[in-house]
């Protein structure tokens, strides 16, 4: 599952975003896009999908949450195309840099 970090630019921290924003700021505006409610996504051992925002696009589950200081975490479940997922969470870099003002960067972080 790959994972990304999406940071300010300079590593300053990010202005607020309020939860009732998620949906317009983190999903990409290219895609259809659903959110995907507490518990929607649970796999039969009882995990499920976590993050502050979660929604699918296409066959993808993306998990964004607000971590450490100047980070977002993004996870993506079942990105068929090798290239989905980073334009996925590029899409949503450029998005939350426009909604805050901030210029943004993705690094991914794991496989």
Do not use: K
Request: with cysteine; net charge negative.
């Amino acid at each position: 599952m790959p994972g990304y970090m999406i940071t300010t630019a300079d590593g300053s921290d990010w202005p607020v975003v309020h939860r009732r924003d998620f949906e317009a700021v983190l999903q990409p505006r290219s895609r259809e896009c659903t959110v995907v409610e507490p518990g929607e996504n649970e796999h039969e051992d009882g995990d499920g999908a976590e993050g502050d925002h979660v929604f699918r696009t296409g066959g993808a589950v993306v998990s964004a949450s607000w971590e450490l200081a100047g980070v977002w975490s993004v996870h993506i479940e079942g990105a068929a195309e090798p290239g989905t997922a980073e334009s996925i969470v590029s899409e949503m870099a450029r998005q939350l840099g426009e909604a805050t003002g901030q210029a943004a960067r993705h690094h991914r972080i794991v496989d």
